[in-house]
């Protein structure tokens, strides 16, 4: 498995695959309304036009795409790993390639507003609880943050 920058031509795969893993890995933690939020948000377009503002990485396995994790300022955001690959690490290596990435931009500190579905699993990766908040759109998650 390598991790890359996004490319354009990813734009369509990555798009159903952050869409596949909302639908079947947020939605007994959220309500159908903000899954269908998240699902219209996440479309190529959007991603092609984000990647401008922001850095996306994916995890691939020769052509398949696995894995998305993007870095806005100081912030992680947008980290999916596909259902059927998940609890193999990828997500671990999503992250700790961003935090190297960080890094060495000259970041000392790294947030990110977890969902409740994956608040275990950034706290084993070092993430700390900051507070809890209500997202608008989607409702409730959690701040955290990590020094590097
Ligand atoms: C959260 C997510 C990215 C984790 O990716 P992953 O590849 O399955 O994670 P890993 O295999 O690297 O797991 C690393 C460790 O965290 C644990 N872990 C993974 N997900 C967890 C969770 N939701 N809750 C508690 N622990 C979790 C694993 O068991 C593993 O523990 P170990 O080191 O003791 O074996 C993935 O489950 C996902 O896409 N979730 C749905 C989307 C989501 O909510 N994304 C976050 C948006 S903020």
Redesign the pocket.
């Known amino acids: 498995m390598k991790i890359r920058k996004f490319l354009q031509s990813d734009a369509a795969e990555l798009s159903k695959l952050m869409r596949e893993?909302?639908v079947k890995?947020?939605s007994a933690d959220y309500s159908k309304e903000a899954v269908r939020c998240l699902v219209d948000e996440y479309t190529a377009e959007r991603l092609i036009k984000d990647s401008k503002k922001m850095h996306i990485f994916v995890a691939s396995e020769e052509s398949k795409l696995l894995?998305t994790i993007s870095l806005v300022g100081d912030r992680v955001s947008?980290?999916?790993?596909l259902p059927e690959?998940?609890?193999?690490?990828?997500?671990?290596k999503l992250i700790r390639c961003v935090e190297k990435f960080a890094k060495k931009e000259g970041k000392t500190i790294l947030r990110?507003?977890?969902?409740l579905?994956?608040?275990?699993?950034y706290q084993?990766l070092g993430y700390q609880k900051t507070r809890r908040a209500s997202n608008k759109f989607v409702g409730p998650i959690v701040w955290m943050k990590k020094e590097l």
Request: charged share 15%; glycine share 14%.
């Open positions: 893993t909302v890995s947020n894995g947008r980290m999916f790993v690959f998940q609890g193999q690490k990828i997500g671990s990110v507003r977890s969902s579905t994956a608040y275990g699993f084993k």
